[in-house]
């Protein structure tokens, strides 16, 4: 095929016959992937901190059950102080485009998983838990997502790809009940498959995955201009800089982006609490085949309702969505921390966390989606790092929140008093405070943002 034939009219290369089918396939696989590796390890958190801790030795001594959590969550900030780099990992994906970061991400959560799987001391699985930490954060595959869909489908279209990808989160509890055989002592087992999954997602993105139209097309547009433009014409005002620190920059000189991203702030604060929902179970007393029977709801409500939230961002706009979903997920709480406690049916116990999870996690993405829809395309991937580093103050309030309190409080107690606020009074100030961005095309998003 001649190099003509590979190029098409706006000058990027053009794709395959039917390759956005084949990228969906690949987001969705690589969606999968991202949905083991950030839920796998909140899943079996009492198999691990019962061996390390409780049962073995961390700096010489043995530890109570809450102490030992409080413990490991400590130090697994120090995951979240290498985590801060993720963000300026993130926004090189404005420099040198999309694919590379989605290929070396995947490879990253895959190499995490497999080293956790192989680990024999407290030592390694943090190196394990660390490089997860990192390469979950950059979420490249949701910026993929957006760029490529229809502006007026986006959100369906994304909620479509994440309900599917979510529904794999079934396979956690699966190999708990299989690879583990509900035994805490076998819980490195449900690494292994993860794992080598995500070494053969990675093939598939090499081969299949170009980079996205818009980024193509953005940085064509700006080579076409700067070769083109009169020796003698005025340059034009300079555009807003890729990177974190002029990220950081242009998220505080432009009010509703800073409004959002705050508010996304004392969101995130709220998500220690809402990931510690297998110990909860564990210290109600639940038992490890009933704590694997509640997880199986997850998944499913999960898909269900992140489909209909697709639908919904898009017919009545991103802001009453989130507020729905976040009301939802306090309710569920409520109903998760009761049914724990008075050991109720884990069907109850399930249906309550999947709502609660499932409803957290789609008001968190529905806030990025919304900052990702007030940016240029040459600055988005940089905003979406930035907008992870700041957030990190909020997570890091809440770490410190829940560490201390669960040395003096039951740990429902403590994550209940301490997400529900969060999770209530941020999703009501997005409501009032920021503006919708339902409908923005991607391309016609002028140089300094909307």
Request: net charge positive; glycine share 8%; charged share 15%.
């Amino acid at each position: 095929m001649k190099r003509k034939d590979r190029i098409d009219q706006r000058g990027v290369p053009a794709r395959y016959a039917g390759y956005f089918a084949v990228l969906l396939v690949v987001i969705v696989l690589t969606d999968i992937l991202d949905n083991l590796a950030t839920n796998i390890g909140a899943n079996i958190t009492s198999s691990f901190i019962t061996e390390f801790f409780v049962n073995g030795k961390v700096f010489g001594k043995s530890y109570e059950y809450e102490e030992g959590l409080a413990l490991h969550n400590t130090i697994s900030l120090i995951g979240y102080v290498l985590a801060l780099l993720s963000p300026f990992y993130k926004s090189l994906a404005d420099k040198i485009g999309r694919k590379p970061l989605f290929v070396l991400s995947s490879l990253g959560m895959a190499a995490g998983l497999l080293i956790i799987f192989v680990c024999r001391s407290y030592l390694v699985f943090l190196l394990g838990s660390f490089m997860l930490s990192f390469f979950i954060g950059s979420d490249i595959q949701i910026l993929y997502v957006l760029e490529e869909a229809p502006k007026d489908k986006r959100a369906t279209v994304y909620s479509l790809l994440k309900g599917i990808g979510g529904l794999s989160s079934v396979a956690i509890p699966a190999m708990r009940a299989t690879l583990m055989n509900n035994d805490p002592a076998q819980w490195r087992n449900v690494y292994l498959v993860p794992g080598l999954y995500g070494l053969a997602v990675t093939v598939l993105i090499v081969l299949l995955a170009k980079e996205t139209r818009v980024y193509q097309e953005n940085r064509q547009a700006k080579l076409h201009a700067a070769e083109t433009a009169p020796a003698a014409e005025k340059e034009p005002a300079p555009a807003a800089k890729s990177g974190i620190l002029p990220a950081i920059k242009y998220i505080f000189r432009h009010k509703d982006l800073r409004t959002l991203i705050l508010i996304k702030m004392l969101f995130d604060a709220a998500i220690v609490a809402m990931t510690n929902y297998e110990s909860i179970m564990y210290r109600a007393g639940m038992s490890t085949e009933a704590i694997t029977t509640a997880e199986f709801y997850y998944p499913f409500l999960y898909c269900g309702a992140v489909i209909v939230s697709g639908f919904l961002a898009d017919r009545i706009g991103r802001k009453k969505t989130v507020l729905l979903f976040g009301s939802i997920c306090a309710a569920a709480f409520i109903l998760f921390v009761v049914g724990a406690n008075g050991l109720w049916s884990p069907a109850v116990v399930g249906i309550g966390y999947g709502l609660y999870l499932g409803g957290y996690w789609i008001g968190r993405d529905y806030m990025e989606i919304i900052s990702t829809e007030m940016v240029p395309t040459h600055i988005r991937a940089s905003i979406m790092g930035a907008e992870g580093l700041l957030v990190y103050i909020g997570m890091g309030v809440g770490f410190a929140f829940v560490n201390v309190g669960i040395l003096f409080l039951p740990l429902w107690l403590v994550c209940s008093a301490f997400a529900l606020p969060c999770i209530l009074v941020s999703v009501f100030l997005l409501r009032s405070k920021v503006k919708e961005t339902a409908g923005v095309d991607y391309e016609a998003i002028p140089e300094d943002g909307v």
